[in-house]
């Protein structure tokens, strides 16, 4: 098909549904993408995703490694998906709860969503505490270093996939970067249902979080703490990790989700 059908009547709603084509295909990667695969998973010829791909690159919805040439969803589809939670509510469900639980602890609270291998924080209540951590909203995290990034990928197979198929970017003398060793935290956040982080992003930093739930038992997301290490360790008080996993819960069940019922009658 040529350029100028394409951009005419029923060939331009075809090439448009080829790029959403494209970009769902890539969002159901764990890693990046060649053309050519790319072309042969869609059916489609390699110059005509290729194209594509090329305008899609240009507008900033995917981008290219420049070592592979592969691809992979860009930032602005994260920032999109952002948006797009904010719209359908999850931001103003989980305020209140944010709001209660920072009260309730005297710390920082977030509210995370995953976007490829980092976390994006779309809502967060600022401690009142004279000396405070501050988070706002827009903050990038990255997962594999982070109490909210580590629970979403502790119950998500395809993010964890993505995240542990790449290198973790070691922050701090105490981030942790083997994979092995991550394996072994995010095996313990799925069995505890929280994820704790200290000192893996910034020196004297810690972070408590549990996961949230949609009404498929999906994560789509996280709430947690940020605080001192004085205030969150690595064995955290069991009264913090209850006021965290009952925001999450609050939140999973405004979604509807039936996740953390369903844990409660299991335990």
Not at 79 to 84: E, H
Not at 120 to 130: F, G, T
Not at 193 to 217: C, H, K
Request: proline residues 3%; without cysteine; charged residues 20%.
């Amino acid at each position: 098909m040529s350029d100028k059908k394409e951009a005419t009547g029923a060939g331009a709603i075809q090439s448009v549904a080829v790029a959403f084509e494209i970009l769902e295909e890539l969002s159901r990667s764990a890693t990046p993408v060649g053309v050519t695969e790319l072309a042969r998973r869609l059916g489609q010829t390699k110059a005509r995703v290729h194209r594509h791909l090329t305008n899609l690159r240009a507008l900033g919805f995917v981008s290219q490694d420049e070592t592979s040439e592969r691809y992979e969803l860009g930032w602005k589809i994260y920032r999109l998906g952002m948006s797009v939670a904010e719209n359908f509510g999850l931001r103003r469900l989980a305020h209140t709860h944010l709001r209660r639980l920072s009260s309730d602890t005297g710390q920082t609270a977030l509210m995370a969503i995953p976007a490829n291998t980092e976390i994006i924080v779309i809502d967060s209540i600022q401690s009142n505490a004279h000396i405070a951590i501050t988070v706002r909203p827009g903050a990038v995290i990255p997962a594999g270093s982070s109490a909210l990034g580590r629970i979403i990928l502790a119950f998500s197979d395809e993010l964890r996939a993505l995240v542990l198929s790449r290198p973790i970017p070691r922050l701090t003398k105490d981030t942790l970067v083997d994979r092995a060793g991550i394996e072994a935290q995010l095996a313990a956040a799925r069995k505890q249902w929280y994820a704790v982080a200290v000192n893996e992003r910034l020196i004297g930093i810690a972070a408590l979080a549990a996961p949230v739930f949609d009404d498929s038992n999906r994560v789509v997301g996280s709430v947690g703490l940020i605080a001192s290490q004085s205030v969150i360790s690595d064995h955290p008080d069991p009264q913090l990790v209850r006021q965290v996993q009952d925001a999450a819960r609050g939140i999973s069940a405004d979604l509807r989700s039936t996740a953390w019922d369903t844990r409660t009658k299991r335990s």
